[in-house]
């Protein structure tokens, strides 16, 4: 069975400054998906950014980065620059394709930004 | 166009009675998800529909659960004889198809038993 862990319940950062948030997993397949979702105080889950596993490419959107270690099966987020707005809590997931693309989440990361 | 969309969107009740919780996807999406999230923990999946085919139900946490999907569109979340337990936030996500990889979350209703 898949497994993600998030071992950062907490982070704070300060405005304009960068943060990194961890997340590993455990998994036996080699094809799956990997993603970032932010989930603000609305309780609307966003998704911020998403990786392929067989891209060895690391995925970037905006601010937002990732440095994907498949050997290692890590899985952290770099918030670059980082804004008020960017409060929130994030959970990292994980999708295999078979035999239900369901989503497996970490149990989150609470970032704090401070002006 | 429109989000996914839940009702209600916060519901308490009594221990014992049942409730039903709405999902309404993204017209045209196909694939429907529904997803408990506890108090400071992360999702857990409870039920997966795809078009016509028999939903996955390996994450429903007991046969007080049940959901169904009327027309291919809306969904309900049914919890029968609730527990304190259940207590939570049910959110639904959607997606075009089930090889699509991003989901779309609805704002999720948060259920309170007293």
């Known amino acids: 069975a898949q497994t993600v862990t998030q071992s950062q319940p907490e982070m704070s950062v300060q405005e304009a400054e960068t943060v990194t948030l961890s997340c590993t997993y455990d998994?036996?397949?080699?094809?799956?998906?990997l993603f970032w979702y932010k989930q603000p105080p609305s309780r609307q889950m966003i998704l911020v950014i998403r990786q392929e596993a067989y891209k060895q490419q690391n995925a970037t959107e905006n601010r937002f980065s990732v440095n994907f270690q498949k050997a290692a099966k890590s899985f952290s987020l770099k918030i670059s620059d980082s804004q008020l707005g960017d409060t929130a809590m994030y959970f990292c997931?994980?999708?295999?394709?078979?035999?239900?693309?369901?989503?497996?989440f970490g149990t989150g990361t609470r970032l704090q930004v401070f002006p | 166009g429109a989000g996914v969309s839940q009702s209600p969107s916060n519901k308490v009740t009594e221990k014992g009675k049942d409730v039903e919780l709405r999902c309404d996807p993204i017209s045209g999406h196909t694939a429907l998800y529904w997803y408990r999230q506890s108090l400071g923990q992360g999702l857990e999946f409870l039920i997966y529909?795809?078009?016509?085919?028999?939903?996955?139900k390996s994450g429903l946490p007991s046969d007080r659960f049940s959901a169904e999907r009327t027309g291919g569109s809306v969904s309900t979340l049914t919890i029968q004889r609730t527990q304190q337990e259940d207590s939570a936030v049910y959110l639904c996500?959607?997606?075009?198809?089930?090889?699509?990889?991003?989901?779309?979350f609805g704002p999720g209703t948060r259920l309170t038993v007293l």
């Open positions: 997931a994980f999708m295999a394709l078979l035999p239900t693309d369901k989503l497996i």
């Open positions: 996500a959607s997606s075009p198809t089930s090889s699509y990889n991003e989901q779309f």
């Open positions: 998994t036996s397949e080699n094809n799956y998906y």
């Open positions: 529909f795809q078009g016509n085919s028999a939903p996955d």
